[in-house]
């Protein structure tokens, strides 16, 4: 049985990322993340994308505004949802309090204008997102897959807690990231830490030109331990990067296919 699943990896592996899978250590075996239903691993992973995008968008516009200078005073930002769009708000501190600098407007149409903040003062939800934010950036120790790490901070559907995601990320566009990430859960007010996930065992970076067969790039394929699952990153990764994923949970000797915001079950050895 496992045989077979390791000869549809190889042949996977081969046909879509070039049998250059780019994996950068191996680590001890590591504990097992918080089980999530399918349904949540969909919704989760299209919302970090969502956000993630957003917040790229909003800081290129900022960037902009200040003739690639990075404003006095910058800390760091957070996404909070307005229906349809979002709005990205840069920080600042004063006299030790966390304040509202600059706003940004995400819509369907992109980043708008950047808007002086008309109220600094920060809703105690949006004080408490950027807290969740600097406590599971303080907890994940030595950087294992990326130089740099974006930020998702969304509120968990099913607690008040919040579940902030530090994302392995690179500027360089033939990078294709599949692991390295972590999921937190943090209180709700954002000072406590209650649980640290590594998704995934292993650091695995493709070079686009060199995955691609025949200048092409079909699909990318990955094997995950951690979960009998696919977790909310790999539906992050396949909507990044606009390539159908093939995650082999190798526990249950399951292929799953990620297709953008869908997961859906695509092979199972007997």
């Known amino acids: 049985m496992r045989s077979l699943l390791k000869h549809f990896v190889f042949a996977v592996a081969v046909l ?3 049998g250059q899978p780019a994996v950068a250590r191996e680590d001890a075996p590591p504990t097992p993340v918080e089980d999530w239903s399918l349904e949540k691993v969909q919704v989760i992973g299209a919302a970090l994308y ?7 968008v909003a800081s ?5 505004h200040f003739r690639n200078r990075p404003p006095a005073g910058l800390i760091g930002w957070i996404v909070v949802d307005e229906g349809e769009n979002q709005r990205v708000r840069f920080l600042s501190q004063e006299n030790g309090q966390r304040r509202a600098a600059w706003d940004v407007l995400v819509t369907s149409g992109g980043a708008g204008p950047v808007e002086a903040a008309v109220d600094p003062v920060l809703p105690a939800d ?9 406590t599971a950036a303080n907890q994940i120790g030595e950087l294992r897959c990326a130089q ?4 998702v901070v969304l509120k968990d559907p099913d607690s008040d807690d919040w579940l902030v995601w530090l994302l392995a990320s690179t500027t360089d566009p033939n990078s294709l990231i599949l692991t390295g990430h972590y999921r937190f859960r943090i209180s709700a007010d954002g000072h406590s830490l209650l649980r640290r996930d590594q998704l995934s065992a292993t650091c695995i970076t493709s070079d686009r030109r060199e ?3 025949d200048g092409q ?7 995950h331990i951690v979960s009998p699952l696919p977790v909310e990153t790999h539906v992050f990764a396949s909507l990044l990067y606009r390539l159908p994923i093939y995650v082999v949970t190798v526990g249950n000797d399951t292929i799953w296919a990620v297709e953008g915001a869908k997961v859906r079950r695509s092979h199972v050895q007997n």
């Not at 740099?148 to 930020?151: C, D, K, L, V």
């Open 126 to 134: 949006q004080l408490a997102r950027f807290e969740a934010r600097m």
């Open 217 to 223: 790039l079909n699909a990318l394929v990955v094997s």
């Open 60 to 64: 290129d516009a900022l960037t902009r």
């Open 16 to 18: 879509f990322i070039g």
């Open 211 to 213: 995955a691609a067969r």
């Open 50 to 56: 969502r956000q993630d995008a957003a917040a790229a």
């Open 148 to 151: 740099r790490y974006n930020a």
